[in-house]
């Protein structure tokens, strides 16, 4: 698990003297690592209270010691590491001390926690092992998304004949409410399983992002419908691909590129055109790819 600690906890942690009016002064920091010291047990003590494990403040130390000096931010023009310091500057309490080492304490109880529930996990995944790294190979699904998914709808898609079906029961068809011939609504799908939704949603908005198809089919959706429709259309192309993985034990994700709409769509629109054009003069054509 990566825990990203902000970043007043590691100048607090650091031994910087926080200024408080009338606060006794118990520890009076040098440096930025002094307060922060690791006992021949392998345990930190802050103040008087020591806690059991030093891995996060020992992560914090070496994040403030190799800090830019000039205060930026990778990527960023900013210079707000100075001005902390000097906010934290005073003294640092007993009383400080003892709700830090509660804080750290609390920490590492829940980074204990999560790596058991995770272990756990791991145990009960491993019977569908070989259907979770088919989901991995497509775009924006990861193992925790691909777990999440499959606890939800299952490995047997026997209960839903086509893909359709499976896009139905999720509530990620597309609906049109007309009246008149005027359109009525706001078109939503309707509510499914919002768990799965959440899954899909989180893996729509990373394949969003990538130099595939279904990053091209967001883009070229989102230009015309907003994002919120985007994100549901990719949603569903990725509840179709999952239907036919799972289907087919062999099936295996083959990305067709983001080319893939401008080299199908020249040819299909091509073929409409001279068939049309034909229809308009009385022939029906059955066409056939050539050998």
Known sequence: MKLEVPLAVPAARSGLKMGLPGARPNVVAAGPLEAVQKSSAGSRAVGPFTVASTSLSTRISL???HADPTGARPGRHRSGRPQLREALTGHFSDHHAFLLAQMLSHVDDLDHRIAIIEGHLDNELAPFSDELARLDEIPGIGRPVAAQILAEIGTDMTRFPTAGHLASWAKLSPTVQESAGKPKGSAATGRGNRYLARALG????????????????????VRHRGKKIALVAVGRSML?????????PNARFIDLGPQHYDNRG???????????????LGYTVTVNPAA
């Open 63 to 65: 994040n403030l010691a």
């Open 202 to 221: 989180e893996a729509a908005v990373g394949a969003s992002r990538t130099h595939t198809f279904l990053g091209e089919r967001y883009r070229r959706i």
């Open 240 to 248: 179709v691909i999952i239907w036919h993985l799972l289907s087919n």
């Open 266 to 280: 020249n040819t299909e629109r091509a073929i409409r055109r001279h068939l049309n054009a034909l229809h308009a």
